[in-house]
């Protein structure tokens, strides 16, 4: 039964942390919903660093689904996890890596009796890829429910700003909001910020959202963001 | 193969690194007293947020069965379906939707503003409102009449989502087969 301090634990600004991501792995009674949802979460993720360590995309598809069906399910990695060690995340990711090293390891024994496996040019630093892929997949998919939710609200002049304002290439040529304003029939360039702010605002709460079942504090969540800023414009992150 | 599906849903949005840096950026900046949300806004915002929210382990463990029933169907999480998708499916066993009542009737209790508390009753009576359309379940001791004030008044809510305003009226509409015997309300 909730607690006391459970008050605003699922909303609101001063909400309690929920468990983390390891809480929810460690504790699920459903090992095929487990596995889904870490298929979902980080199949491309592990699919690019595969890829990055040098692997063709048929042996990088290979590698990844026999990562999630043979050692993830079959050899219950998440309960043999020793969850001190860090963020589920960085586990996955060493994980895959010996994973595929031990299967390269076995397809060069069997190479000479058939044909050289597929490898092509490393990049520089497979562990990147990985998150860049992860962090990736998280922008799509809140601006995938941010965009549902704008419709659902009624709210598509407001989305349609957001994302003329904020992802469409020209606005890096500094467009006239008053042009902006024109095209979707806003009255004027001040109520055109209040809607982009309107939708910044929940994008902001969206994204904060998804990063709280990472972390354990506000604090953890910014580190988390500065990290895959850092990915995406290739500056060391700031903690 | 598992992979296809995900790389198909990743190509519907094509941003270039400087976009993406922005966007991330925006999450670390603070909300503008410009753009602050009136109270029906802010109503809509949490109770989105929370039918987002699968319910906590220790409310759902013992019908963990129920809830992964096979005829859910939607986004799912290791955490279980969220509550507005057992608010939505008529298949969600009774046991749950009571689960979800008793669960937001405490998180009521404990509201620290009056929009919290709006919003956790009307998470209250979306459960009340399933039971009544889906089970034929009056699972509160509220009259049928005040009950039927209630419903009306949420479906009515500008901050409602549309798809539980159609699950309010529905109920408000619904006749139970049999009623228990009015008397005063106790909640």
């Given at each position: 039964?909730?607690?006391p301090?459970d008050a ?10 929920p468990p983390?991501e390891w ?14 949802e870490?298929c979902r979460?980080?199949?491309?993720p592990?699919?690019c660093?595969?890829r990055s360590?040098g692997l063709?995309n048929?042996q990088a598809?290979?590698l990844a689904?026999?990562?999630f ?20 995340r ?6 895959v ?9 076995s ?9 050289a ?9 497979p ?24 419709r659902?609200?009624g ?5 349609q700003?957001?994302q003329e304002?904020?992802?469409?290439p ?7 909001m008053?042009?902006?304003?024109l095209k979707?029939?806003v009255?004027d ?6 809607m ?7 994008f902001?709460a969206?994204?904060r959202?998804?990063?709280s079942?990472?972390a354990?504090s ?5 580190t ?8 995406f ?6 903690k | 193969?598992?992979?296809d599906a995900v790389?198909?849903r990743?190509?519907?949005w094509a ?18 007293s410009?753009?602050?949300p009136?109270?029906?806004?802010q109503k809509?915002?949490l109770?989105r ?6 319910l906590p382990?220790e409310?759902s463990?013992s ?29 969600t ?5 009571k ?8 998180l009521?209790?404990n509201a620290?503003s ?6 956790f009753?009307a ?17 509160t001791?509220?009259?049928?009449e005040?009950?039927v004030?209630f419903l009306?008044a949420f479906?009515q ?6 798809d539980?305003a159609g ?13 228990p ?7």
């Amino acid at each position: 039964m909730a607690k006391p301090r459970d008050a605003t634990s699922l909303g609101g600004e001063e909400r309690a942390f929920p468990p983390t991501e390891w809480t929810w792995l460690l504790h699920c009674p459903q090992r095929d919903a487990v596995l889904a949802e870490l298929c979902r979460k980080y199949w491309k993720p592990v699919y690019c660093y595969l890829r990055s360590m040098g692997l063709g995309n048929e042996q990088a598809k290979d590698l990844a689904q026999g990562f999630f069906t043979d050692k993830v399910l079959g050899q219950d990695l998440v309960h043999k996890a020793d969850r001190e060690k860090g963020r589920f995340r960085s586990f996955l990711l060493r994980s895959v890596h010996n994973y595929a090293v031990s299967a390269l390891r076995s397809s060069k024994t069997s190479a000479s009796l058939e044909t050289a496996p597929d490898i092509g040019t490393a990049a520089e630093d497979p562990e990147a890829e990985f998150n860049r892929a992860w962090a990736d997949q998280l922008l799509h998919e809140v601006l995938e429910e941010l965009e549902q939710e704008c419709r659902q609200r009624g709210k598509l002049t407001h989305w349609q700003l957001f994302q003329e304002w904020l992802l469409e290439p020209e606005m890096e040529t500094n467009r006239a909001m008053s042009e902006v304003c024109l095209k979707y029939g806003v009255a004027d360039a001040s109520t055109a910020y209040h809607m982009i702010e309107n939708v910044k605002r929940r994008f902001r709460a969206l994204l904060r959202g998804r990063l709280s079942a990472l972390a354990d504090s506000e604090q953890g969540i910014e580190t988390e963001i500065r990290e895959f800023i850092a990915v995406f414009s290739g500056r060391p992150a700031r903690k | 193969m598992l992979g296809d599906a995900v790389a198909e849903r990743m190509d519907n949005w094509a941003l270039n690194d400087g976009q993406k840096t922005r966007l991330l950026s925006l999450a670390l900046e603070r909300d503008s007293s410009a753009a602050a949300p009136n109270e029906d806004e802010q109503k809509g915002d949490l109770l989105r947020n929370i039918l987002r929210c699968a319910l906590p382990l220790e409310a759902s463990a013992s019908s963990a069965a129920a809830v992964a029933g096979p005829s859910s169907s939607g986004p799912r999480t290791v955490a279980g379906p969220p509550l507005g998708e057992l608010l939505r499916d008529r298949a969600t066993d009774l046991a749950v939707l009571k689960q979800i009542k008793e669960y937001t009737k405490a998180l009521g209790r404990n509201a620290k503003s009056g929009i919290e508390r709006d919003v956790f009753a009307a998470v209250y009576f979306a459960a009340i409102a399933a039971a009544r359309v889906f089970h034929n379940e009056h699972v509160t001791e509220h009259t049928d009449e005040r009950l039927v004030r209630f419903l009306h008044a949420f479906a009515q809510a500008a901050w409602m989502p549309a798809d539980l305003a159609g699950l309010f009226f529905q109920a408000a509409k619904h006749r139970l087969p049999e009623m228990p015997p009015a008397g005063p309300s106790q909640e």
